[in-house]
C-alpha cells in the first residue's frame, strides 16, 4: 500500500511540474513581441493623396424647347430618346386663331393699299391745281399729309402682317440643335399659355457623346484643385468600372448651406459608347499630389496605442497624442476636417527593438488612406513597426490613442 501512494504522489508532482512548465511556456510565449503583436516592415513606395466629392452626370448643352404662342397641341411628331436635327419639327400647335389674324391683317393690308391709291391720286390732282393757282398752299399741303399718313397706315399694316406670319409660324415648333430627345413635358392635346413665361414643352441633349459632371468640393479641398487636372469616377450603373475625366472649370461663386462652404467643380467627360446616361450620380476622385520612392508607413502603425504607452516616451522627445498639451487636439484627431494639409503633422509608430517594442515619433506628410508618407523622425527603411495585436493574445485590445485618418 506504500508502494502504491508514493507512486501515486509521484505521479501528482511530475503532473503539476508538467502543467507549470506549459503554463509558463505559454506566458512567455504571450509575452514574446513576435507572438503578440502584428507586425510589418517599414518600406519606400509610391503614394497619392486624393480628394473626393460627388456629383451629377449631365449633358454639356441642354435645351430647353418652349413655344412664344399659347394653343392647344395638335401634333406630336417627337417622344423619349428621338434623336433630332436642326430645324425638325418637334409638334404643331392648334393654329385656328393665328390664321384667321393672318386673314384679318392681310385684308387690313388691302385697305391702307386702297386709301394709299386715294392719296396719290389726290396728291396729283391737287398739285396740278395749285401749279394752275386754282387752289391754295394750304390745301396742297393737306394732301401731302394725307398722302403721307396713308403711306405710314399701308406700313403698318404690312408689319401688322409680318407679325401675325411669324406668331402663325411659330405653332409649329422645330428643334433648334442636333440632339436627342430626353424629355417631353407636354401631351397630345394639352393646353400651354405663353402668357407670363415660356413654358418648357421639350428638353434636348445636343450630344451625348460628350458630359460634363457638376460636383460640390469642400472648401477645405478646393485650394488643391487646378484646371486640367485628371479625375477619376465611377457610377452606380458600372460598380466595377472606373471612367476618366478632366477638370473644365472652377466656379468662384460658393455655396453656403448649414455654414458648410462648397465651390462647383465641373468635370468633362468623354463618353463615346454612351453608356453614361443624365442624372447619374458620379463618385469623383481627383489626385491632387503624388510622391514616389519615399518611406511609407500604414495608418494602422499611426492608430495602435499599446495598453501601457503611458510609461513608454517617443524617442526623440516630442510629444505623442496622448502627451500632447491640454485642450489641444490630437493630430488626426476624429474631429479634424478632411483634406486638410498634413504635412508637418506628428504622430507615433512603435518600433520592434529586441523583444521590446518602442515608441518613436515621425514627422508625416501626404496619405492615400492606407499608407502615409513619413517626412521626418528616426524611422528608417526596414523597420518593423507594430501594426496591431493578435486577437489571441492574453490581454484585450487597448483603445486607439491616435486616429489619424
Do not use: C
Not at 458630359?211 to 484646371?227: H, K, V, Y
Request: glycine share 8%; net charge positive.
Amino acid at each position: 500500500m506504500k508502494r502504491i501512494g508514493k507512486i501515486i504522489l509521484a505521479t501528482t508532482v511530475l503532473a503539476g511540474l508538467i502543467g507549470g512548465g506549459i503554463w509558463y511556456a505559454n506566458q512567455r510565449a504571450a509575452q514574446n513581441p513576435e507572438q503578440r503583436y502584428k507586425l510589418g516592415t517599414v518600406e519606400k513606395g509610391d503614394v497619392t493623396q486624393t480628394v473626393s466629392a460627388n456629383g451629377t452626370l449631365n449633358p454639356v448643352v441642354l435645351v430647353s424647347v418652349g413655344t412664344q404662342v399659347s394653343g392647344t397641341v395638335k401634333k406630336l411628331y417627337v417622344d423619349f430618346n428621338d434623336k433630332v436635327e436642326k430645324g425638325q419639327p418637334l409638334l404643331e400647335l392648334d393654329d385656328a386663331l393665328l390664321s384667321a389674324q393672318v386673314r384679318q391683317s392681310e385684308a387690313n393690308l388691302a385697305n391702307a393699299g386702297a386709301a394709299l391709291e386715294l392719296a396719290q391720286a389726290n396728291e396729283a390732282r391737287m398739285k396740278t391745281l395749285f401749279a394752275q393757282e386754282y387752289v391754295s398752299k394750304q390745301e396742297y399741303q393737306q394732301s401731302l399729309q394725307s398722302l403721307k399718313s396713308a403711306t405710314a397706315q399701308q406700313a403698318l399694316a404690312r408689319a401688322q402682317l409680318e407679325k401675325d406670319r411669324v406668331n402663325h409660324g411659330n405653332t409649329t415648333i422645330r428643334s433648334p440643335v442636333t440632339g436627342v430627345v430626353v424629355d417631353r413635358v407636354v401631351d397630345l392635346g394639352q393646353t400651354v399659355a405663353a402668357s407670363f413665361q415660356t413654358p418648357v414643352l421639350i428638353k434636348i441633349a445636343q450630344d451625348l457623346s460628350d458630359m460634363r459632371i457638376d460636383t460640390s468640393f469642400a472648401e477645405a479641398d478646393i485650394g488643391n484643385l487646378r484646371e486640367g487636372q485628371k479625375a477619376r469616377f465611377t457610377v452606380d450603373a458600372f460598380p466595377s468600372r472606373n471612367f476618366t475625366g478632366e477638370v473644365q472649370q472652377i466656379r468662384l461663386n460658393p455655396t453656403n448651406q448649414q455654414n458648410v462652404v462648397t465651390y462647383n467643380v465641373r468635370v468633362n467627360v468623354a463618353n463615346p459608347e454612351l453608356v453614361l446616361l443624365p442624372g447619374m450620380t458620379a463618385y469623383v476622385n481627383i489626385a491632387v499630389q503624388k510622391r514616389e520612392k519615399v518611406l511609407l508607413v500604414p495608418n494602422a502603425a499611426l492608430r495602435f496605442k499599446p495598453a501601457d504607452a503611458a510609461d513608454k516616451k517617443p524617442e526623440n522627445g516630442q510629444k505623442t497624442a496622448s502627451t500632447a498639451a491640454p485642450g489641444s487636439p490630437p493630430a488626426g484627431a476624429p474631429g479634424e476636417k478632411k483634406g486638410k494639409k498634413r504635412d508637418g503633422q506628428s504622430g507615433t509608430v512603435y518600433v520592434l527593438e529586441g523583444d521590446e517594442i518602442k515608441p518613436v515619433s515621425v514627422q508625416l506628410g501626404i496619405t492615400d488612406n492606407r499608407n502615409t508618407e513619413v517626412v521626418g523622425g528616426e524611422l528608417k527603411e526596414g523597420d518593423r513597426i507594430v501594426l496591431g495585436e493578435n486577437g489571441s493574445s492574453g490581454k484585450p485590445p487597448s483603445s486607439v490613442g491616435m486616429r489619424m485618418f
